[in-house]
């Protein structure tokens, strides 16, 4: 898919990234997500990948619980996080990488129930910045709304003589 395709793209601007088909993306992405610790020891699992939106899934346990037995909110932010940031990876090439810059959580609801599922997306993506947005659902209540701002870092480069 071509970014030039994409509502959240700037009319006129060059493509953020070489077409890629629906696999090599999920592929890039996933080898992308081996290093994402953090994500493997709250168990959270990318559910769905597509350029600018991906959707997390994770199974809540007690360890997910504040003191009064709610999802905690480090691990609402966590996933809001997550899908926001890796949307906007989708829509920059394999060699560079990204970091948040802003990220904006508003509570709605406790989180209580079975699973937690969230969805992000990008707004706008640029050369060095994309806004991104996130939802946070327990179940089937909506508990968390998110906005991000993620930072896109360029490749090293080696020094010149």
Request: proline share 7%; net charge neutral.
């Amino acid at each position: 898919m071509n970014s030039a395709s994409l509502p959240f793209q700037n009319p006129g601007a060059p493509p953020l990234f070489p077409a890629e088909t629906a696999a090599a993306l999920e592929a890039r992405i996933r080898r992308k997500l081996l290093r994402q610790n953090f994500m493997h020891l709250i168990g959270a699992d990318l559910t769905q990948i597509a350029p600018g939106r991906v959707e997390a899934g994770l199974a809540l346990a007690v360890q997910h619980q504040q003191q009064r037995g709610f999802a905690h909110g480090g691990l609402i932010a966590t996933m809001a996080d997550l899908v926001a940031g890796f949307a906007a990876v989708t829509l920059i090439p394999d060699a560079y990488g990204l970091v948040t810059a802003d990220l904006r959580v508003s509570y709605l609801h406790p989180g209580v129930g079975q699973h937690l599922r969230a969805v992000g997306w990008v707004l706008k993506a640029g050369r060095r910045l994309h806004f991104c947005e996130a939802e946070v659902w327990c179940d089937d209540l909506l508990i968390a709304k998110a906005s991000a701002t993620m930072a896109v870092v360029e490749p090293a480069t080696a020094p010149q003589p």
